[in-house]
């Protein structure tokens, strides 16, 4: 079983940065693949990022490739998303997640966190 708990969202003006962290409870953190969500009001959820257990591989979604960078802490049980030049429609509430799918990227996700808010005001 393993528990995240997200921090670091709030209020940005378009063109500014966020990073966003996850705590994850557990030994075996490093097992899994991790990655980010977001949902918007009135919208289904959507994939954004994700990172392999060693964090050498990562896969971004096309509407934020090269503005969003993930990276994960193995030692610190912990997953970020660095979130740069963020717009008004990166406005959403941003979830963590870890998968134990053995294949990459990852097939489904297993763990989720309860969600952190993100409005970027224009």
């Known amino acids: 079983q393993v528990q995240l708990a997200e921090s670091g969202g709030g209020l940005v003006q378009a063109g500014g940065s966020l990073r966003l962290s996850c705590a994850a409870s557990?030994?075996?953190?490093?097992?899994?693949?991790m990655g980010w969500f977001r949902q918007a009001p009135g919208k289904a959820r959507e994939f954004v990022a994700a990172?392999?257990?060693?964090?050498?591989?990562?896969v971004y979604a096309n509407s934020v490739k090269g503005r969003f960078s993930i990276s994960r802490d193995n030692a610190k049980n912990t997953v970020y998303l660095q979130m740069n030049s963020l717009k008004p429609e990166d406005t959403a509430v941003y979830y963590c997640?870890?998968?134990?799918?053995?294949?990459?990227?990852?097939?489904?996700?297993?763990?989720w966190g309860q969600g952190t808010q993100v409005t970027v005001s224009s």
């Open positions: 990172i392999n257990w060693s964090g050498g591989d990562t």
């Open positions: 557990g030994r075996t953190f490093s097992r899994y693949a």
């Open positions: 997640t870890a998968s134990y799918d053995t294949t990459w990227p990852a097939r489904a996700y297993n763990y």
